[in-house]
């Protein structure tokens, strides 16, 4: 057993403060870390943007090392274990970056140098400012004796012209080894824990510089089985440093760069500026040490040109990750639909033209044959599509899996198969399923940071179209059926 403090701790709302009721030192169990409980009294809103358990949720997603256990109101205790055991480091501490303060913030932060000269106050209190660099600003306008002078001795005319030399002079951009991500593996992990994932796309863009600060952007978007409609906008979670957004949305750069991507080129519906539609949830986390609020409460980020470009640029790279799935769908809708046309009207058709002109029987079965390899062409057309949509995604997978992205593990025990050129292998009766009954069983399939929930299948290898397809959604050796009766005997079938 090792010795631990235990605490309570009450809010002083006046005075905005802590107040210690009681400490002491107790055994735990734990070699470390830290144990907090809350009992909050108020009026609870739980569902919606700015409520509770979207909190909860976003808190949960971006920290995959949380075990949270809560209980709300009379309900039941809600569990969501860990899904990494990698703590997060602590960041390097870095120094600001002259070009990113403002002339007022410029004076206020010599002010804590005193007597320091001026010219050690840049090197010491900024980053990327040497020697070499005093040597530039002295070129550029700055007096070298104000170079030597102590910085409280210093006049307002001489900061101001001082701020506007530096503002000029082009200087390194500020190191990135301060900015820390929760990483492409943990996030994909982690966002499992939310519902009954479809499928999902997680991209953590490199560190860049944004406004002279460095910034990291990460986004995963997923769509879920049992949250959110079609007719419905999609729920968008922001996160700034790993601390949830709750309110002012719309005047944020992450809503700003969601509603500035055509998301129709991507399979979804939008509307023109605004945010796409269906049962999606899109999370945008930025991390920066100097990330800059609109306002005092720090719930939105400035939206500056640079930040909000990035942040497209993230999302554009996840949504090409995720439209391949919903592009693979469509395909095998079109298929379906065109192929339930031919069993639909085609006999029809040959009966009509039979009962009409008296044609014998043979002839009967010769024009239900040419019209199986007219109307067919479409079909075959489709699966071309079909085939090319299934390569590509596979080729992602691919590469993904090289990369050493494989995830096992998920808070319902998901299994984890390979959803790329696999033969379906148990044994057992012949079922046919629909798409939602068969996406809509828990056993997941993940693979690289992007991929696609699905049941692991239980029925012998059948051939199947459209819907029954996304249910197993497993292709390697791909077989069609071309009739109902076809389909339900398992008697025909089409490569």
Same mark, same amino acid.
């Given at each position: ?5 235990q ?25 470390h ?30 920290n ?51 007597k ?10 900024f ?8 040597k530039d ?32 002079t ?16 943990s ?102 040490p ?8 720090k ?33 095998e ?45 479409d ?51 012949d ?27 239980? #029925?012998?290898?059948?051939? @199947? %179209?459209? &819907?029954? *397809? /996304? =249910? +197993? $959604? !497993?292709? #390697?050796?791909?077989?069609? @059926? %071309?009739? &109902?009766? *076809? /389909? =339900? +005997? $398992? !008697?025909? #079938?089409?490569?």
């Amino acid at each position: 057993m090792r010795k631990a403090v235990q605490a309570i701790v009450d809010v002083d709302i006046k005075q905005n403060r802590g107040v210690v009721k009681s400490k002491e030192m107790i055994d735990w169990d734990r070699p470390h870390g830290v144990r907090v409980e809350f009992r909050i009294d108020g009026r609870i809103q739980l569902n919606g943007d700015g409520r509770l358990l979207t909190y909860l949720e976003g808190t949960t997603l971006v920290n995959p090392h949380l075990k949270l256990k809560y209980r709300l109101n009379e309900a039941d205790w809600v569990s969501i274990d860990r899904v990494s055991d990698v703590l997060p480091d602590v960041p390097p501490a870095t120094l600001p970056h002259p070009h990113t303060m403002k002339l007022g913030e410029f004076i206020t932060h010599a002010g804590l140098f005193g007597k320091t000269e001026f010219g050690k106050f840049l090197k010491t209190g900024f980053s990327r400012v040497s020697d070499l660099t005093l040597k530039d600003l002295v070129k550029n306008g700055i007096p070298k004796s104000m170079i030597d002078a102590p910085v409280n001795k210093l006049s307002e005319e001489q900061f101001k012209n001082a701020f506007q030399v530096i503002g000029k002079t082009e200087l390194q951009s500020p190191s990135t080894r301060s900015v820390l991500t929760v990483g492409e593996e943990s996030l994909a992990k982690s966002i499992l824990r939310l519902g009954d994932v479809d499928f999902f796309s997680v991209v953590a863009r490199k560190p860049r510089i944004c406004d002279f600060k460095p910034v990291v952007v990460e986004v995963a978007l997923a769509r879920f089985l049992n949250r959110g409609s079609e007719d419905e906008s999609i729920q968008l979670l922001r996160f700034a440093n790993r601390v949830p957004l709750q309110f002012d949305k719309g005047a944020c750069a992450i809503t700003a760069a969601v509603e500035s991507v055509n998301w129709r080129s991507y399979g979804l519906p939008q509307s023109k500026d605004s945010l796409p539609s269906g049962p999606y949830v899109f999370a945008v986390s930025v991390v920066s040490p100097f990330i800059k609020f609109k306002n005092a409460s720090k719930e939105t980020i400035d939206a500056s040109d640079e930040l909000v470009e990035e942040i497209r640029r993230a999302l554009m790279q996840a949504g090409q990750k995720l439209s391949r799935h919903i592009r693979r769908e469509n395909k095998e809708a079109d298929l379906e639909r065109k192929i339930s046309h031919i069993e639909q009207f085609g006999p029809i058709l040959v009966d009509g033209l039979v009962r009409i002109s008296g044609a014998k029987e043979s002839r009967k079965i010769k024009a239900q044959e040419g019209l199986k390899k007219l109307l067919g062409r479409d079909a075959r057309d489709a699966e071309a599509d079909l085939s090319d949509a299934e390569v590509k995604l596979a080729a992602l997978k691919e590469k993904q899996a090289k990369a050493g992205l494989l995830f096992s593990t998920s808070s319902k025990e998901d299994a984890v198969e390979s959803e790329v050129d696999d033969d379906l292998d148990d044994g057992g009766e012949d079922e046919e399923q629909t798409g939602a009954a068969a996406r809509g069983t828990g056993k997941a399939a993940v693979k690289g940071t992007t991929a696609k929930v699905v049941e692991k299948p239980t #029925a012998k290898p059948v051939a @199947t %179209t459209g &819907k029954e *397809a /996304r =249910g +197993t $959604d !497993k292709v #390697a050796t791909t077989t069609t @059926t %071309t009739g &109902k009766d *076809a /389909r =339900g +005997t $398992d !008697k025909s #079938a089409r490569k």
